[in-house]
């Protein structure tokens, strides 16, 4: 999977997962094949006001290479302000979270809000684009609700700002993280959207990662939820993609000796 200038192989990345996706977590998913990682989404106003608590979810390694990382905002001259700064800072790619649902979010016009205003959303992917020579990012849901589904709007408003690939979550807003991811959007979006797209939602074992990728012809998969408490699951999904036999999930011996090994790298 190319995205911009970077190539993703196996096409399979890591979602940026608020409170969960520090460097210790994108460290233990990449020694398992993870190809690409997102840090958590990074508020843009406090990138630009240097807050020291917000600065620090930019913190990574050699390892942890390639790394998205995700802001959220709804000003566009703030949020391309923020996308110098990550810039500058040695990110490979940067995306602007357009679809969570978290109240607090929303209620700052940033997050899935912009799925309801598609003329700011069009006009900071400009500003980003404007702002930055990295590969760019948008990952946005299915829409507000089942009456308002503009997944396949927001798409061609990013490819005509510039922007490299979109990643789909086909739930709406209203739907949270409960029924079932709807597919057959992120088809949809395939078959009409000029950038690569990226789907996410329901992976929670590497067979998943197959249909979805068979399903729906996306160019790559992103794992979020299926990846706590099981970075094998990377391994598996290289397996499928490459058409491979899968090793199976790991055993007891395999589990306990990645967590003594952590464990031990954390206390030390």
């Not at 995700?70 to 996308?83: I, K, N, T």
């Not at 990662?209 to 399903?215: D, P, S, T």
Request: glycine share 10%.
């Amino acid at each position: 999977m190319k995205i911009g200038s970077l190539a993703i192989e196996p096409a399979a990345c890591l979602a940026p997962l608020a409170g969960i996706s520090n460097l210790p977590f994108r460290l233990l998913n990449r020694e398992f094949g993870c190809a690409l990682a997102f840090t958590e989404m990074i508020s843009a106003v406090g990138l630009v006001r240097s807050i020291r608590k917000t600065c620090r979810y930019l913190d990574t390694a050699s390892a942890d290479r390639p790394l998205g990382v995700q802001l959220f905002g709804a000003d566009p001259s703030v949020l391309a302000a923020a996308a110098a700064i990550v810039t500058a800072r040695g990110a490979d790619l940067i995306d602007l979270n357009m679809g969570c649902p978290v109240k607090k979010v929303i209620r700052t016009g940033a997050g899935a809000a912009l799925m309801k205003n598609p003329a700011l959303a069009f006009e900071i992917m400009k500003a980003v684009r404007r702002a930055t020579p990295l590969p760019l990012t948008i990952k946005i849901r299915a829409g507000w609700s089942v009456r308002d589904i503009n997944a396949l709007e927001l798409a061609m408003l990013a490819a005509e700002a510039g922007v490299d690939a979109v990643i789909v979550h086909p739930r709406t807003v209203e739907q949270g993280f409960e029924g079932h991811a709807d597919w057959q959007l992120i088809a949809q979006l395939k078959q009409r959207v000029p950038i690569p797209v990226v789907g996410n939602g329901d992976i929670h074992t590497p067979a998943d990662a197959g249909r979805m990728r068979a399903e729906t012809g996306c160019d790559g998969v992103m794992i979020g939820r299926g990846s706590l408490g099981n970075p094998w699951i990377f391994q598996g999904i290289k397996s499928v993609l490459e058409g491979v036999p899968s090793g199976g999930p790991p055993d007891l011996a395999e589990r306990e000796r990645v967590i003594r090994r952590h464990w031990s790298a954390e206390g030390a």
